[in-house]
């Protein structure tokens, strides 16, 4: 569906294909296919950094439970006084009932203002439900809390209309929701479960 979005807006995709080179003006791809280009974005995706965490000591997660770097509900890590927040940041969520590692700017900032609040006294425990939204065109995509892996996806509404919910459970009950166009239901879903675990 989101492919399907950005070819109506004229985006041409090249899938399976890597980019070989690049003059300043051209890409070529490793088919030979070559293409024009005033500059080029490039997404090297995410993996946790932190070789100078363990150097330093730190407690790491291991890499199949996602890496990083383990922190308690305060978001400090096993070193008393060093936290850690952010996309390295391995820490325990309640809503989940697991640790997790999200990789999001909004989480990192919630995050951060969270040490804030913790280090001035006036903050506890760090309990946001993960949330993230994207934007392509006209569509909306909104993505509340956190499914490690999906044991099951219930779609209401239609895909195809770009006017739809979809409610994940993941294998370990963990629940998360992702709603397309339904910026309102997206917001009370996203209240309702803070109320509910509160």
């Known amino acids: ?38 500059f080029v974005v ?11 965490a363990e150097a330093a000591g730190l407690a790491l997660a291991p890499k199949e ?10 978001l400090e890590t096993s070193v008393p006084g060093i936290h850690a ?11 989940a009932g697991q640790a997790v590692r999200i990789e999001h700017w909004v989480h990192a900032q919630r995050q951060g203002q969270f040490v804030a609040r913790h280090l ?8 946001d439900l993960p949330f993230f ?22 779609v209401d509404g239609s895909i195809d209309d770009q006017d739809f919910t979809i409610r994940f459970t993941g294998k370990a009950g963990d629940e998360a929701i992702l709603d397309c166009n339904r910026d309102l239901a997206a917001l009370a879903a996203e209240a309702e479960k803070e109320r509910a675990t509160r």
Not at 135 to 154: K, N
């Open 133 to 154: 939204w994207s934007a392509h065109f006209d569509t909306g995509l909104v993505y509340s809390g956190h499914v490690g892996t999906i044991a099951d996806a219930r």
């Open 85 to 95: 927040i952010g996309d390295v940041a391995h820490y325990p969520d309640r809503y």
């Open 120 to 127: 001035m006294g006036t903050a506890e425990r760090f309990d």
């Open 1 to 38: 569906m989101i492919r399907r979005v950005h070819e109506a807006e004229g985006v041409h995709f090249h899938l399976g294909r890597q980019a070989k080179d690049y003059d300043g003006e051209r890409v070529t791809l490793d088919d030979g296919t070559t293409l024009a280009a005033d």
């Open 42 to 52: 490039v997404g090297v995706g995410v993996r946790p950094r932190t070789p100078l």
């Open 65 to 74: 439970a996602g890496g990083g770097i383990v922190v308690d509900e305060r």
